[in-house]
């Protein structure tokens, strides 16, 4: 069993632990006692960029305040000319806390009197460092090269934090999570041999995500790239439905998960494009969307009864497993990188990042 493997079916506990200490909300509370908040940033590069996204949705919908996700370098570069200030509440979530350019930007909106906020794992980082006030994802250790329950665990510490500012019940929603995943990774070992053999021999694949499913299908594609090392590229269904579309032929592979929408039948259109050539196809779906086209065949159809804004954590789960296997049927080890050197060469992340085995 790869180390990737087994961090994956660690996420229960992780989440467990995360449950049971959740980030203190009261330090958050007092620091915005005084703000009229205008704007939430929430940035990370990576796997954390995708956490970003879906936590950035969490905190609009909990507070009715604009809430937008960017990347760490995109917004190292903006952070001068995006009107930061008092009035905005800045959120940097990296697993290491070891990402230079996330450090900057942060410490430069902390200059200008945002409230930075820091998730990691890693409490005494650069990024912890350099914020106001930092959450502990309680992940533990996740040496390897694709981060799978440290997706999951920043994703919700931040989550916790913006429904319980809300004044909204957080528990409920989590540990329902935290059950759903549980059902999630059983259900996909018993179909997931079949899905290997669909696609081990492709060129490229293409993840598509539907609703809130979307950013877990692109960080699906994330994990099947990093570590099963060939072209993925993730899309949101309606861009995949215009010229995206014409990229796909012979030695193509795709993986749908959809997710409820209120134009649930562009999930069948997509559907019956896809069907017009012949590439294999996984396709995966909440409850709501299998439900609303009961039609199509689904390989995997998920229950995310109960869990709230975390419903893309379920979704993220198959297409982890999925690069997992994926990887070692094309014969490559999940824990090597391609290229070790990486983040030495490039400096993109610290030394700490380095003692932590990123």
């Known amino acids: ?7 994956i079916r660690e996420t229960p506990e992780a989440l467990g632990r995360l449950i049971d200490a959740p980030p203190a909300v009261e330090p958050v509370r007092a620091a915005l006692v ?9 940035s990370g590069s990576g796997t954390s960029l995708f956490a970003s996204e879906i936590a950035a949705r969490i905190w609009e919908e909990a507070l009715g305040i604009d809430a937008e996700a960017i990347g760490a370098l995109q917004f190292r570069e903006q952070v001068e000319s995006l009107y930061i200030g008092p009035d905005t509440l800045v959120i940097a979530i990296s697993q290491t806390g070891a990402t230079n350019v996330l450090v ?29 006030i930092t959450l502990d994802s309680r992940t533990g250790p996740e040496n390897t090269p694709g981060k799978t329950k440290g997706f999951i665990t920043t994703t919700v510490a931040v989550g916790i934090v913006a429904l319980a500012l809300a004044d909204d019940d957080w528990r409920a929603p989590t540990e329902a999570l935290l059950d759903k995943i549980v059902a999630t990774l059983a259900a996909t070992d018993i179909a997931i041999d079949d ?3 669909r696609l081990k021999e492709a060129k490229a694949i293409w993840t598509v995500g539907s609703g809130r499913m979307a950013p877990a299908a692109v960080e699906g594609g994330l994990k099947i790239l990093e570590v099963a090392k060939l072209p993925v590229i993730g899309k949101e269904l309606e861009e995949m439905m215009h010229g995206q579309f014409h990229a796909i032929g ?3 592979g795709i993986v749908f998960v959809a997710g409820i929408m209120s134009k649930a039948n562009r999930i069948g259109d997509l559907r019956r494009v896809i069907d017009t050539v012949n590439v294999p196809v996984v396709a995966i779906a909440d409850g709501q969307a299998a439900a609303a086209c009961h039609d199509l065949k689904w ?13 893309p ?11 997992e296997k994926l990887a070692r049927a094309r014969g490559l080890d999940p824990d090597q990188p391609r290229y070790p050197e990486l983040y030495r060469i490039s400096g993109s992340k610290s030394i700490y990042a380095k003692a932590a085995g990123k």
Request: with cysteine; net charge negative.
């Open 1 to 7: 069993m790869s180390r990737l493997d087994g961090y």
């Open 34 to 42: 005084g703000r009229k908040l205008r704007k939430i940033w929430i």
């Open 104 to 132: 900057e930007a942060l410490s430069v909106a902390r200059a200008r009197g945002a409230l930075s906020i820091a998730c990691t794992a890693f409490p005494e980082s650069p990024l912890a460092q350099a914020a106001d």
């Open 195 to 197: 899905w290997v053999m």
């Open 250 to 252: 012979e030695g193509a």
């Open 299 to 311: 390989d995997l159809v998920l229950d995310t009864a109960g869990v709230g804004p975390f419903e």
């Open 313 to 323: 954590l379920v979704g993220a789960i198959p297409l982890q497993l999925l690069a």
